[in-house]
């Protein structure tokens, strides 16, 4: 629950007797199932129309575009810990885990310097490329996420991804 710009988090919270995990994101069908986790939510509703754009293609590239998109998601994954981490009020932020995450971001923004070239990062929008934009986006919310320097091929890649109407009317609001 967000009240007066901080997030606050109750025990007795209604959302529990939805979504017993309270994870987000979290979407509920019509049919009273819910559903957790990016990536199976995406998958479901890429599939609503019959015609999914974002399925893995056959054979080893299905391999590749897994792993890329695993490589996006573990970026996604340690900087949301990170955003959630200096959220927390001072007397309660870990140094340990601010510290292992902004190095995680740092080896990930490296690794990604290496790979935005891959033919499935620069081809038709997929799963890897919208997680990866996610992530890389994130630099609005955690200040001292400063991956572009030293980054110029994956800076170029996410200022061609970011302009795309969808990216800029979904941006994340800066960090205040």
């Known amino acids: ?3 007066g710009g901080r997030h606050e988090r109750l025990a007795n919270s209604p959302y529990y007797g939805i979504n017993p995990s309270g994870r987000v994101p979290y979407l509920m069908r019509d049919d009273g199932v819910g559903l957790e986790e990016s990536a199976v939510i995406c998958a479901w509703l ?3 129309d019959g015609k999914p754009a974002f399925d893995f ?3 080893h590239q299905a391999w590749e575009a897994r792993r890329l998109e695993a490589l996006a998601r573990s970026m996604l994954d340690g ?3 990170w955003s959630r981490e200096i959220a927390r009020p001072q007397d309660e932020r870990s140094p340990t885990v601010i510290r292992h995450e902004a190095d ?7 690794l990604w310097e290496a790979e935005i070239d891959h033919p499935f990062m620069r081809g ?3 799963l890897a490329q919208i997680t990866l934009a996610c992530a890389l986006g994130l630099e609005a ?5 400063r991956w572009r320097p030293g980054h ?4 170029d890649w996410f200022g061609h991804i970011a302009a795309r109407p969808s990216f800029a009317a979904t941006a994340p609001p800066a960090h205040h």
């Open 141 to 145: 919310r955690i200040p001292d996420f």
């Open 124 to 126: 038709a929008l997929n």
């Open 46 to 48: 890429d599939h609503l």
């Open 152 to 155: 110029p091929r994956l800076s």
């Open 57 to 59: 293609p056959a054979g």
């Open 79 to 81: 900087l949301s810990v």
């Open 104 to 110: 995680r971001s740092r080896r990930m923004a490296d």
């Open 1 to 3: 629950m967000r009240t």
